[in-house]
């Protein structure tokens, strides 16, 4: 927690809005995408099934494999409490959603599934995307399944298992590029960076590349410096929370951090 204060800290002092930025690609994103605050139709639907979610009196038992937890270990937990800790909020499923909306995206990874409430941003602006997502825990993934049904969503495919053994076999499989993708899976270091790099090969010039909490911790604000350096990496956006990675080529490269 104190680590995550001093850092939003550092990162007020560095950021900026609009006013200066000198990359119009970056000042069309950030006043078109990033700050517009409209609401489209599906967000009704994602955040009733959120609210549903919320006041669920429901317990499942969890295994875990994210950051900070013992693999394989299973324990009952609330599905409010998952909702309410591991589900990116409503502010920042419905960025997705507008990044989604406006790069129009047909391939887009969401590693992270979690109860399938940003997947559904994902899923939402363009039926005709396919949305790979990966979830290691079989109860969370079923209950992922049930927000897909409930809102209609035809077009996501839930990879289950550990994202070790899946991305591989799953990326070799894709029909096209990696247009988007969305990494919220695995809060560490090593697994952060190695999921990137093995999406890496699978990226055009075009796609866009969000990575969850770059600054929540000291291993993912290094996962992040190593990512902003990557000699593919052109240009990124740091937004705190998230951060987009671009590899838009015949520019110099360029990162921005920016108020959102
Ligand atoms: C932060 S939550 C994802 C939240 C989701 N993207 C959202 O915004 O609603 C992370 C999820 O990744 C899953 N996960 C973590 N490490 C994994 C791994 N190695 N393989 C598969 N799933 C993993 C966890 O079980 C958890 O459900």
Redesign the pocket.
């Given at each position: 927690m104190l680590y995550q204060v001093f850092s939003y800290f550092r990162f007020w002092l560095r950021s900026g809005n609009a006013h200066g930025l000198h990359s119009p690609f970056v000042f069309g994103l950030y006043n078109d995408v990033i700050h517009h605050d409209g609401q489209f139709a599906p967000f009704n639907g994602i955040e009733a099934r959120r609210r549903e979610l919320l006041s669920s009196p429901e317990s499942i038992t969890?295994?875990?494999?994210?950051?900070g937890s013992r693999?394989g270990a299973g324990r009952q937990r609330r599905l409010r409490d998952?909702a309410r800790?591991?589900?990116?909020p409503a502010r920042?499923?419905q960025l997705l959603f507008r990044l989604v909306n406006h790069f129009r995206p047909a391939t887009i990874l969401?590693?992270?599934?979690?109860?399938?409430?940003?997947?559904a941003y994902l899923a939402s602006p363009n039926p005709g995307a396919r949305v790979v997502?990966?979830?290691?825990?079989p109860a969370?993934a079923a209950q992922a399944r049930h927000t897909f049904g409930k809102l209609g969503l035809p077009n996501i495919d839930l990879v289950e298992?550990?994202?070790?053994?899946?991305l591989t076999p799953a990326l070799a499989a894709l029909p096209g590029p990696i247009d988007f993708a969305?990494f919220?899976?695995?809060?560490r270091y090593e697994?952060t960076v190695r999921y990137f790099e093995q999406c890496l090969p699978y990226r055009t010039e075009r796609s866009v590349f969000v990575l969850?909490?770059i600054h929540w911790s000291a291993e993912m604000e290094r996962a992040w410096q190593t990512i902003r350096q990557h000699p593919e990496v052109m240009l990124t956006v740091d937004l705190f929370f998230v951060g987009l990675v671009f590899f838009r080529k015949n520019q110099p490269k360029q990162h921005f951090t920016l108020r959102f």
């Amino acid at each position: 927690m104190l680590y995550q204060v001093f850092s939003y800290f550092r990162f007020w002092l560095r950021s900026g809005n609009a006013h200066g930025l000198h990359s119009p690609f970056v000042f069309g994103l950030y006043n078109d995408v990033i700050h517009h605050d409209g609401q489209f139709a599906p967000f009704n639907g994602i955040e009733a099934r959120r609210r549903e979610l919320l006041s669920s009196p429901e317990s499942i038992t969890v295994r875990d494999f994210g950051a900070g937890s013992r693999l394989g270990a299973g324990r009952q937990r609330r599905l409010r409490d998952i909702a309410r800790h591991a589900a990116k909020p409503a502010r920042f499923g419905q960025l997705l959603f507008r990044l989604v909306n406006h790069f129009r995206p047909a391939t887009i990874l969401e590693l992270g599934t979690s109860l399938g409430l940003t997947t559904a941003y994902l899923a939402s602006p363009n039926p005709g995307a396919r949305v790979v997502t990966f979830e290691g825990c079989p109860a969370t993934a079923a209950q992922a399944r049930h927000t897909f049904g409930k809102l209609g969503l035809p077009n996501i495919d839930l990879v289950e298992g550990n994202l070790d053994d899946t991305l591989t076999p799953a990326l070799a499989a894709l029909p096209g590029p990696i247009d988007f993708a969305f990494f919220d899976g695995n809060h560490r270091y090593e697994p952060t960076v190695r999921y990137f790099e093995q999406c890496l090969p699978y990226r055009t010039e075009r796609s866009v590349f969000v990575l969850d909490d770059i600054h929540w911790s000291a291993e993912m604000e290094r996962a992040w410096q190593t990512i902003r350096q990557h000699p593919e990496v052109m240009l990124t956006v740091d937004l705190f929370f998230v951060g987009l990675v671009f590899f838009r080529k015949n520019q110099p490269k360029q990162h921005f951090t920016l108020r959102f």
